[in-house]
């Protein structure tokens, strides 16, 4: 039930999250590209992670990624302006 934390601290495994490489594989499996950056970060009290993609043909998609269990919360093509 519980896992070794990297500082020595137990962690209950339902808290686990999906590594930074797995949230990178998941977004490339929605829009293929090169990943450009990842972040994680905390909206509404919940850790995502926003990978941030570009296309073959130049464009920039971000897709934000639940960090609990991998799932894809919403994909939008950035803008010049943002």
């Known amino acids: 039930m519980y896992q070794d934390f990297p500082y020595g601290n137990p962690v209950p495994m339902h808290r686990q999250r999906i590594t930074m490489q797995q949230a990178k594989e998941i977004a490339l499996q929605r829009v293929p590209g090169k990943v450009m950056h990842v972040d994680m970060d905390l909206e509404n ?8 993609i570009m296309t073959p043909q130049g464009m920039i998609f971000e897709v934000e990624i639940l960090a609990k269990n991998g799932k894809i919360l ?4 950035e803008n010049d302006n943002d």
């Open 45 to 52: 009290g919940v850790l995502v992670y926003e990978v941030f």
């Open 74 to 77: 919403k994909i939008e093509q």
